[in-house]
DNA sequence: ACCCAAATGTAGCCAAGGCTACGAAACCAT
DNA sequence: ATGGTTTCGTAGCCTTGGCTACATTTGGGT
């Protein structure tokens, strides 16, 4: 007799059927992926804003501290986004943001101020608001950000 | 004289003062890095159940699909989905959850909808809800989950 | 049975984030 | 000025997610 083979699951004609009803899910989740750099991006740009607005300069060892990554990643990290023009810095000296990253900065930090003060508005504590808006602020969009904003002002 | 060196901005004492009103800001984004992988595994396990719901099985290549990525990403991915318990596999043949994988999927799913159907409350259009969502689930803490569901009751 | 198309697997490449170990530069006191 | 501490850079390693190209296995049709 011929070997049972097949899985010991189906029960149903399967395959063939998910292609189109799909396509739409999976540009949400595509996205996901690849954005895990642009979100470390922007991580790290609100960290130098913030350091420079705090002490005066972004220096490898605070973002190091600040991340809660060694600096050597840090180092790594800054180069690459003075590649991408967030950031410029020479050797040995401290980091500064670009036009391009300052703007960058200043919209995450509004939008993880948002995050935040939402979440603490629907009764969240501050320290759970603030772990989950570091996370959250990263995929909220404009139209969320607006109906986050709303609730806010209409339960201020 | 000298040479200048110092950078060209400071103006202020900077340094020494960034080390402990940090680390706890630090913690929390620490925790966003190596999250990656983890939220790699919750979109798949939540994808096989949903073909297995739908198709009867989960193949490679759906999963491929559905994730928008190629199968050759897909079968890397399971095979260190299998190596942490969350799905067992044979070679050509389709995919299976483990109790692990399963409880991890429904877990999934669950605040999956509880965010789509949150932003839909607020007001967000369905298929920026559905995308904002397949971010934003990976990253609402069970207190959040529950502001989110008491807030959905309230306007329901 | 056989053949071919589809599905799966493998090899090998890249980018990115993390790390440790170690060397070099900068800075601060003495 | 010199030396020691701190900061920063480099080398080299790992993991993971993506990919293309190519090999292999399945499975359905003829
Ligand atoms: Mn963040
Ligand atoms: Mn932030
Ligand atoms: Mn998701
Ligand atoms: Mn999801």
Redesign the interface.
Known sequence: MPAVRR?T???????S???RS????????????Q??AR??AE?YVE?IAD?IT????A?VV?LA?????THVTVSRTITRLQRQGFVRS?PY??I?LTESGAALARDCKSRHETVTAF?RA????RE?????A???E????D??LA??L??LHANG
Do not use: M, Y
Request: charged letters at 25%.
């Open positions: 899985s699951a189906p029960s149903q004609p399967a395959s059927a998910p292609t799909t396509s739409a899910q999976a540009s949400s989740l595509s996205k996901a992926r954005d895990n979100e470390i991580d960290a350091l705090l002490t005066g300069e220096r605070d501290r600040t991340l809660g990554v020479e000296r401290s500064f979440l629907l009764g969240v504590r759970t608001a603030e772990r989950d570091e996370g959250i990263h995929h909220v969009s139209e969320t109906a986050f709303k609730f």
